[in-house]
Structure formats: C-alpha cells, structure tokens
C-alpha cells in the first residue's frame, strides 16, 4: 500500500468533515438544489476511489464490503454532525442518499472490476 494514498484518503476525509459541519450563514443554495446533491454524489464518489487502496490493504477479500459500510456510515454521521454540531446547517435525507448513490456507483465499478466484466 502507499501512504501517499493513505494520507489523500486522510486528507479529503478532514476537508468533508470541515466543509460539512463548517457553519454557512452566508452560503445559500436556494434553487440549486440539484446541484448541491450533485456534488454530494461527486464528493462521495471521489471519497470512495480514494480509501479503495487502503481498505485492499487492511481488508483484503472483504475490502470492498467494508469500504461501502465505512463509506455510508461517514456520510450519515456528517449529517447527523450538520444537525447537531452546527447552528447554521441541517441534516438532509436527500443528502444521504445522493452520498449513497456516489459510494454506490464507486461500489459497482470496483465489483465490475474485480470480475473482469
């Protein structure tokens, strides 16, 4: 495994964590709903392909299993931080699913992968 892989995984993992709970009065998003969702998607795609490496390393046959929990469970517990850790920001189901789809379109093209399909 390289640590560089590792540290971007880390890196981008703490740049979520600041965006998602950093307070946004002066951020409004009104009528670009599907645009914040497409960077949820995108956000978590990119989060995905990045800790791919890391989890083969540490997990092996069921890396990518447990790649796809780690994944969903960062997203919903960014949300729940958005609700309860942050005056300004609120927690979405939307959010959450367009966060799934993202790690979900990553999870299908790693299996593809992995079959040689």
């Given at each position: ?6 540290i ?47 989890f083969n ?19 919903i517990?960014?949300e ?6 942050t005056?300004?920001?609120?927690a ?14 990553a ?11």
């Amino acid at each position: 495994m390289s640590k560089i892989n590792l540290i971007f995984a880390l890196v981008y993992s703490a740049l979520i964590i600041f965006l998602g709970l950093s307070e946004s009065e002066t951020i409004t998003v009104e009528g670009l709903q599907l645009n914040d969702k497409l960077a949820h998607f995108i956000s978590f795609l990119l989060f995905t392909f990045l800790w791919k490496n890391s989890f083969n390393y540490f997990f092996e046959k069921k890396a990518l299993f447990y790649l796809f929990i780690f994944a969903l469970i960062f997203s919903i517990f960014i949300e729940f931080g958005q609700k309860y850790l942050t005056l300004s920001r609120n927690a979405e189901l939307l959010d959450i699913v367009f966060n799934l789809l993202g790690i979900l379109l990553a999870y299908i093209y790693f299996s593809l992968k992995e079959r040689k399909i």
